[in-house]
């Protein structure tokens, strides 16, 4: 099989795009995870609800109000959710909290279902960002370059926030060793609370900005979770660099097994997984080292 | 300044102590010495809030103490723990600051300036990770950062444990001056010279009670207490 360069640019590109919707989810779930040892199995189902809240907010006021709306209202969900339920199952231990947090994926499947239906929605890419660009030979969807931006963007944020900010130190603190942390005057709680909050909003700016490339419907949240479980115990749980890592592997290997070996794809990723648990078992960068 | 009064404490389903009580005073360093398992480290734990108190009164400075950690350690004691517990994700830079930007306050006594002018070590590896230092540099540090919290109480667990005789030597020295210039002191230790030459109060801990209370002189001369309490 003999490929130009714009075929090996697009496939990239497509994996970069794939690669950094997975790290939007990622990274809130990872650093929840590692900060509180919290398995919250729901946090796809708060992608899915980031979704068609942004096609139902564009429905009425164009994308962008979905856009900036929807992760502050599926941040208003955790809120919910954190004082709800998260706060009162802190210490009730993982079994617990898996237990929990599954069965939250199907009461908020069942809610999407009620409020939105069955149907698939559908969310048009803004007039600003449709079209095609020419790069590097290739015509690619300026919107799929968006998403790109919109990843790499967001990493840069979190890289500042967490590796050079008093705030920062504080989180990768808690991650550390959050007994210390609170003997140091630190509210862990109080901290993982603010975490969970972005971690949601987060989830829910990248459905909103997956929307238009999928159809949105009620179980793409269960769909979405178990790359997103992957990409976090390949990279290793509670750090960014984790998150970046596991999410840019997980797209390249989806989308180049995808084309180049495509009777191989579906089982590649889960061969990687599986060899990553044998060589390095707590993933290639874990936040503890 | 601290008060413990019929303390009972433990792990889960485990009793350690079983009505505790002892007291510090302000300005003084008290030491607490025992066996392994006797509830040295569990005592301190459950003054920190780091374990759950099952029964018993814990007073600092005549007021119940908080309830959390965090309201606990804003309240004026630092904790340096047997594990020293360096965050290996931040720099000895953001180890130090974490306490010092928080505890900072208008004035404070402690600054880094000053606690680098004490350990000096720490200033050539500000840079390095937290936990790319010696046991010993390990300890300094966590003494630093407890002292950067501008604390009214330092509790110290075992700061001597698995440092070599001249970095025991040295951590003695600087524990010693902060005696001197009227820091108040908690001290778990199992080196009965090193816990008896800084102290001036010293308790016993067996089996989760104090069975023992007086002055280092006097326990250096009670041989029947050492041998059956401490196994010196």
Same mark, same amino acid.
Not at chain 1, 4 to 13: M, R
Not at chain 2, 178 to 183: I, N, P, R, T, V
């Given at each position: 099989?003999?490929?130009? @360069?714009?075929?090996?640019?697009?496939? /990239?590109?497509?994996a970069l795009q794939l690669s950094m919707l997975l790290f939007l989810l990622s990274i809130g779930l990872t650093v929840i995870f590692g900060l509180m040892h919290f398995v919250n199995l729901a946090h796809g189902s708060l992608y899915a609800m980031g979704a068609y809240v942004a096609a139902s907010l564009a429905a009425v006021g164009g994308y962008w109000m979905g856009f900036f709306l929807a992760p502050v209202a599926v941040a208003g969900v955790g809120v919910l959710l954190y004082s709800g339920l998260i706060r009162r199952m802190r210490r009730a231990g993982p079994m617990a909290q898996v237990l929990v947090t599954f069965g939250l994926i199907f009461a908020l499947l069942d809610l999407t279902r009620i409020i939105w239906g069955d149907l698939a929605l559908a969310i048009d890419?803004?007039? =600003? @960002? =449709?079209?095609?660009?020419?790069?590097l030979g290739i015509e690619y969807p300026v919107y799929r370059l968006f998403i790109i931006a919109l990843g790499v963007a967001i990493f840069a944020t979190l890289a500042f926030v967490l590796g050079r900010t008093q705030i920062g130190a504080m989180i990768r603190a808690g991650v550390d060793n959050d007994c210390m942390a609170a003997c140091l005057g630190i509210n862990v709680e109080r901290l993982f609370f603010i975490v969970f909050c972005v971690g949601c909003g987060l989830a829910g700016l990248s459905g909103a900005v997956a929307a238009p490339l999928l159809s949105v419907t009620p179980d793409m949240g269960l769909q979405i979770l178990?790359?997103?479980? *992957?990409? *976090? +115990? *390949?990279?290793?749980? #509670?750090? @960014?660099?984790?998150?970046? /890592?596991? =999410?840019l592997i997980y797209g390249f290997v989806q989308t180049f097994g995808a084309v180049l070996a495509p009777q191989l794809a579906s089982v590649l990723i889960y061969a990687l997984l599986a060899a990553v648990l044998v060589i390095k078992p707590v993933g290639l960068f874990p936040a503890k080292g | 300044m601290l008060d413990l009064k019929d303390i009972e404490s433990g792990y889960g389903e485990t009793q350690v102590l079983y009505g505790l009580t002892l007291a510090a005073q302000a300005g003084r360093v008290l030491a607490i010495? #025992?066996? !392994?398992g006797a509830g040295k480290s569990t005592t301190l734990k459950t003054i920190m809030g780091l374990l759950p108190r099952r029964a018993g009164e814990i007073l600092f400075d005549g007021k119940p103490i908080a309830t959390q950690p965090y309201d606990i350690a804003k309240s004026g004691?630092?904790? +340096?723990?047997?594990?020293?517990?360096?965050?290996?994700?931040?720099? +000895?830079? %953001? !180890?130090? %600051?974490? /306490? /010092?930007?928080?505890?900072? #306050?208008?004035?404070?006594?402690?600054?880094?300036?000053?606690?680098?002018? +004490?350990?000096?070590?720490?200033a050539e590896r500000m840079d390095n990770g937290g936990t790319q230092l010696s046991g010993g540099e390990q300890q300094? @540090? $966590?003494? $630093?950062r407890g002292l950067l919290m501008n604390p009214r109480l330092l509790i110290l667990d075992e700061p001597t444990e698995g440092l070599a005789p001249i970095i025991v030597k040295l951590i003695h020295d600087k524990l010693q001056d902060?005696?001197?210039?009227?820091?108040s002191m908690i001290i778990v230790e199992q080196n009965f010279g090193f816990a008896t030459s800084l102290a001036d109060d010293v308790v016993v801990v067996s089996k989760g009670q104090v069975v023992w209370t007086g002055t280092p002189e006097a326990i250096k001369a009670d041989t029947e207490a050492q041998h059956t309490w401490l196994g010196v």
């Open positions: 099989m003999a490929h130009d @360069l714009g075929f090996w640019v697009l496939q /990239a590109l497509n890419v803004p007039a =600003s @960002l =449709s079209g095609r660009l020419t790069l178990i790359p997103t479980l *992957i990409v *976090i +115990v *390949i990279g290793g749980l #509670g750090s @960014l660099r984790g998150a970046i /890592a596991g =999410s | 010495l #025992g066996r !392994n004691i630092a904790y +340096v723990p047997e594990t020293r517990d360096i965050f290996p994700s931040l720099t +000895v830079r %953001e !180890n130090l %600051e974490i /306490a /010092a930007k928080r505890f900072g #306050g208008t004035d404070p006594d402690w600054t880094m300036e000053r606690v680098l002018d +004490v350990f000096p070590r720490l300094m @540090l $966590a003494i $630093a902060l005696k001197s210039a009227g820091l």
